[in-house]
């Protein structure tokens, strides 16, 4: 079966993740895309979507984070704990304040065999959503 196409589009693939190892999250802020990396806690990797190079290396003392999610209205990047047995937590971090954690909440424990957030996602800018924010976290149960 032959993949779909778009009249005019020629679809590519590049090498998107600049880490080695096992790659989880990946947010863009319309310049930098940003990835976590399982098993190099502690770090988020920043690179330009057209040269996969790491730019800057994020130190946070998070722990094991792996979803992210830009805040396009804040200029801000959310980040899921990702090896959390039962306080699974959603951190915001801001690049103007060197990255400290500005805000943060907890999802309601659910006793699951592999805890973590597996996906997040953030509103788009308030042009197209009417004003309304919101905030989805995924987990695996």
């Not at 994020?58 to 959310?78: M, P, Q, R, Y």
């Not at 805000?103 to 309601?108: D, E, I, R």
Request: net charge negative; proline share 7%.
């Amino acid at each position: 079966m032959a993949a779909p196409s778009l009249p005019g589009l020629q679809p590519s693939v590049k090498l998107l993740s600049p880490v080695q190892g096992n790659p989880r999250g990946l947010a863009f802020d319309g310049t930098y895309m940003y990835i976590t990396n399982f098993g190099q806690p502690d770090s988020i990797y920043k690179f330009r979507r057209d040269n996969p190079q790491v730019v800057d290396t994020i130190k946070h003392n998070l722990g094991e984070v792996g979803s992210l999610a830009w805040d396009w209205s804040n200029g801000t990047i959310w980040a899921g704990d990702y090896n959390a047995d039962d306080n699974q937590t959603v951190y915001n971090l801001n690049p103007n304040l060197d990255w400290k954690v500005e805000a943060h909440f907890s999802l309601p424990y659910v006793n699951t065999y592999y805890g973590g957030i597996d996906g997040l996602t953030y509103n788009t800018p308030q042009k197209l959503d009417r004003g309304l924010r919101w905030m989805l976290a995924c987990r695996n149960l």
